[in-house]
């Protein structure tokens, strides 16, 4: 008899997105009409940079000619896209990244999931509560949580958590953990740590052996001065930190599919049997085995990301973008309503008034003034209580669901 992966099976209904989505169906299927606006999952709706979609074109133009014409890339990914992420996102932030120590993928999600490939199910898995479901998810899938409680949590996650009472700043774990998600600027909450507080965790993990597995997808919307880009403006981090990028947000690219993530070299894990596994290697093992890399179009257009005016191009829907974050952040603190976040990231983060329910609130937003937000309580126990919106929808849709918050009756 085929035996399943119990994982799969523990794993409570949809995933998060997938839920609201069907939620959203029914309700317009009863209500055809509804005029509704989606600032529920983070999904860009600005079209791509022009330099963008020139390098894509001159890309397929590329693919049509037999000189030009590309088959199986490098395993890693192009080196003309590897040099400039080096550059850019890094040697001018003072950090020294070698080329063989970045992976191209198709997003930083994918990446999150896999990583959990490598490691054995014995690890003790530590989660800032509220957090982006696919590192519980993945865990769960990989045998590493154990059981559902009542509270929502599995019971070997370590949970920490962060809520308005703590400023979002998550307190070290009182236990030993040994690996370690962290997302800064965050999703769901939109808040972030300055240097000195991620610095307090990077010492934390070069002390106990932990890894940090650090999601920088929202780096490109920091606005504020002192938060790291990058988990290796910490000295030390690059013996204890995997750092997983995106361009899905930073360039649009949610449709398209780029992201990378970075291996340092000298991270090493330990095994029972086979003594210490070089996480750099393995990886590459991994990918070279389970992925065949992102199209050359693709990481073309990536490159493109990088050309003077891509990156203007790009830093101009993130204005957009950011402008939306403050409309929101006005409106519902005219509202009278707890706001957090959107200055750093895309997302604002809520109290429901009277701390009401997540998905109450979730229903009472859908049904009453047809604005589809995220129930914080889908991100995690801490999460109850609150809502997430996201700032990346049209303006005019963003301005429209705003009136509708100001003549709601809360
Ligand atoms: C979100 O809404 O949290 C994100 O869009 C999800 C994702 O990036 O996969």
């Excluded at 957090?131 to 998810?137: E, T």
């Excluded at 393995?282 to 990088?306: D, I």
Aim: charge should be negative.
């Amino acid at each position: 008899m085929v035996l399943v992966n119990n994982g799969f099976l523990s794993l409570p209904g949809n995933y998060l997105f997938s839920e609201i989505a069907r939620k959203v169906e029914s309700y317009k299927n009863l209500h055809p009409d509804a005029d509704l606006i989606r600032m529920g999952i983070g999904d860009v709706t600005r079209p791509l940079a022009k330099a963008v979609t020139d390098a894509m074109h001159e890309a397929v133009s590329d693919m049509s000619v037999a000189e030009t014409f590309k088959g199986y890339g490098p395993e890693q990914g192009y080196g003309f896209l590897i040099e400039k992420i080096i550059e850019n996102d890094f040697v001018q932030r003072g950090i020294e990244i070698a080329p063989d120590e970045v992976f191209i993928s198709d997003g930083c999600k994918s990446d999150m999931g896999n990583i959990g490939d490598l490691f054995a199910r014995e690890n003790t898995v530590a989660v800032t509560d509220p957090v982006y479901p696919v590192y519980v998810d993945s865990n769960v899938m990989g045998g590493r949580a154990g059981s559902l409680l009542k509270s929502g949590k599995w019971n070997n996650i370590i949970y920490l958590p962060c809520t308005a009472e703590n400023g979002f700043i998550p307190d070290l774990p009182e236990s030993p953990v040994d690996i370690i998600y962290l997302c800064f600027p965050n999703n769901p909450t939109g808040t972030t740590l300055k240097k000195n507080e991620l610095k307090k965790w990077v010492d934390y993990a070069l002390e106990a052996g932990s890894l940090i597995l650090f999601d920088a997808a929202y780096e490109a919307f920091i606005s504020e001065e002192d938060v790291p880009h990058s988990i290796y403006e910490i000295e030390g981090a690059k013996n204890c930190a995997i750092e997983f990028r995106s361009f899905s947000k930073s360039a649009g690219f949610t449709g398209i599919r780029c992201g990378y993530t970075v291996v340092p070299k000298n991270i090493t894990a330990g095994s029972a049997s086979h003594g210490k596994g070089n996480l750099n290697s393995l990886w590459r093992r991994r990918q070279a085995t389970k992925f065949n890399g992102v199209s050359y179009v693709t990481q073309k257009a990536a490159e493109a990301v990088y050309s003077d005016e891509g990156r203007k191009q790009c830093k101009d829907n993130i204005d957009y973008y950011m402008e939306n974050a403050a409309i929101i952040r006005d409106c519902l603190k005219s509202v009278g309503l707890e706001v957090f976040g959107g200055i750093n990231a895309p997302y604002i983060w809520f109290r429901t008034p009277g701390k009401r329910d997540s998905w109450g609130f979730f229903e009472r937003m859908l049904s009453e003034i047809q604005v589809i937000g995220t129930p914080g309580v889908g991100f995690g126990p801490s999460g109850e209580g609150y809502m997430r919106l996201t700032a990346f929808g049209s303006k005019e849709d963003t301005v429209v669901a705003m009136s509708r918050f100001k003549s709601w009756n809360i």
